[in-house]
């Protein structure tokens, strides 16, 4: 992969700022042998000393470990073994991070078997992404990538091959009467810059005016988005809400705070939302809204988040194994305020956060940034612990998977999409809807081989957005 410079936003780490451990300052070195400059003990040294400090499982640290690895390498043996979230990268090297189809050409792919063959089925597309421009779809049906058919053998490390390229060629087919019928590849090609996509609208159901909103990241929607959106939502009169989360990686707790306080009844700028829970140097820490909000928004005014409150009762939010973080405590965090209906798939279960740490000597004397997990995560009674992620009660437990290849997934927002279309039949229908759901759970089927709900773990790394 070609070096080049760019910002990367990690965008399943929940990003951290102003909270008590000081994150801008590095900590002070002991006495140590001098390495060279740019050296791998130099950086590993680096490392260490700032995973003392800050890293939540710095007890288990190895007291001398050889100094003279590839720092990616050093970095992963010094790890907890719970740790599956940490990450080390060099911002002048894309090669020193993982690709993902989304990053670098904007859409998501599950890969099943289905109508007889493995096939990938296109699951998101985002706007101005090369996927867009060369004619790829939600719900589209690729057979090939690269002209490598989908196997039960490579369906996890094709799509990560595809996309460490930068181009490359897929093949569509659609299914009609028991036959597949192929259509001429696509080329695509590789960029970074895509434009964000939340979408939002308001449905009539039944005379109810329900909120739709499908927020991507928590990173770049920011609460300026959040104000438009609920503006429009309270100014229509919306009576209950659907949070499309299901591709969300996380991102802000700002954002989380924002959303929040927009949804819940009687939030006030002293109600607690989330606590943090540090190592012996980093103690704990609890943050109302307000502070949540402040700690990465300064400056933002928490009466205008307030005041496009909807002030309801419940909320239903639409969840895959890709909701992951801070789109997480939406789930949990909101749980204290109001009713949480989750309905989907068992989320990521992500409950640390972690913020940036990279050398800022002038001039550096190490390239390497590091997001370490710094705290574990609860709500303002307390509840955390969801590292097996957050599941839907049994009768709101579904796949957008199913049905495929005879029917094919809708457009997200679409009232008869199957995430959606079941907590518009809740809303409408009430219990009598759940009760005659509840007879078994439709988890995402066996014959899914790769989720796109599943890519941080095909990827081992958490999927980072670059700009």
């Known amino acids: 992969m070609e070096t080049r410079s760019i910002k990367y936003y990690a965008t399943c780490l929940i990003a951290v700022t102003g909270l008590l451990l000081a994150c801008e300052k590095e900590p002070a070195l002991p006495d140590k042998p001098v390495y060279p400059a740019g050296s791998n003990e130099a950086a590993n040294q680096w490392m260490l000393d700032s995973l003392r400090r800050y890293y939540f499982w710095n007890t288990s640290l190895p007291g001398n470990p050889a100094l003279d690895k590839e720092p990616q390498a050093f970095f992963r043996s010094v790890l907890h073994n719970d740790d599956r979230f940490s990450l080390l990268f060099d911002p002048n090297d894309g090669a020193t991070l993982t690709p993902s189809l989304r990053t670098r050409y904007g859409f998501e792919l599950s890969v099943l078997e289905t109508g007889g063959r493995i096939v990938g089925v296109v ?7 090369p996927a867009e421009r060369a004619g790829l779809k939600r719900g589209d049906i690729l057979i090939q990538l690269n ?30 009467g028991g036959i597949w019928n192929e259509e001429e590849p696509l080329t695509i090609g590789m960029m970074y810059t895509f434009e964000h996509q939340d979408k939002y609208t308001v449905l009539d159901v039944n005379g109810t005016k329900v909120g739709y909103y499908f927020i991507l990241s928590f990173n770049e929607t920011g609460t300026y988005s959040l104000l ?18 299901r591709y969300n990686y996380g991102g802000k707790v700002s954002s989380s705070a924002a959303l929040g306080a927009m949804l819940a009844p009687g939030i006030s700028s002293n109600s607690p939302f989330i606590t943090y829970k540090g190592n012996a140097n980093g103690g704990t820490v609890h943050h109302s809204f307000a502070q949540a909000l402040a700690a990465e928004e300064p400056g933002t005014d928490f009466n205008r988040i307030t005041e496009q409150s909807l002030n309801l009762k419940r909320v239903f939010v639409l969840t895959t194994e890709a909701t992951a973080s801070a789109s997480e405590l939406i789930l949990n965090n909101l749980k204290p305020y109001m009713e ?85 039949q809740m809303i409408s229908r009430g219990s009598s809807y759940l009760q005659s759901h509840n007879t078994e759970s439709r988890a995402k089927p066996e014959y899914v081989l790769l989720s796109a709900t599943a890519v941080m773990q095909a990827y081992k790394e958490p999927p980072v957005y670059l700009r």
Do not use: C
């Not at 196997?151 to 996890?156: L, S, Y």
């Open 123 to 129: 699951t998101l597309v985002l706007k101005q992404s």
């Open 147 to 176: 002209g490598k058919p989908f196997t039960k053998e490579n369906a996890a490390t094709l799509p990560v091959e595809f996309a460490s390229g930068s181009s490359g060629t897929a093949v569509r087919a659609t299914y009609a």
């Open 228 to 245: 438009q959106a609920f503006g429009e939502f309270k100014q229509a009169g919306v009576q209950e809400m659907v949070i499309d989360l």
């Open 340 to 424: 949480v209906i989750q309905v989907g798939e068992t989320t990521y279960g992500k409950d640390v956060a972690s913020f940036e740490i990279k050398d800022r000597r002038n001039p550096p004397e190490v390239r390497w940034v590091m997001h370490p997990v710094i705290y574990k995560l609860s709500n303002s009674e307390g509840e955390g612990n969801y590292t097996e992620g957050i599941a839907p009660t049994q009768g709101n437990i579904l796949s957008e998977l199913e049905g495929l290849p005879d029917d094919l997934l809708r457009e997200l927002g679409d009232k008869e999409e199957a995430l959606l279309a079941h907590a518009l």
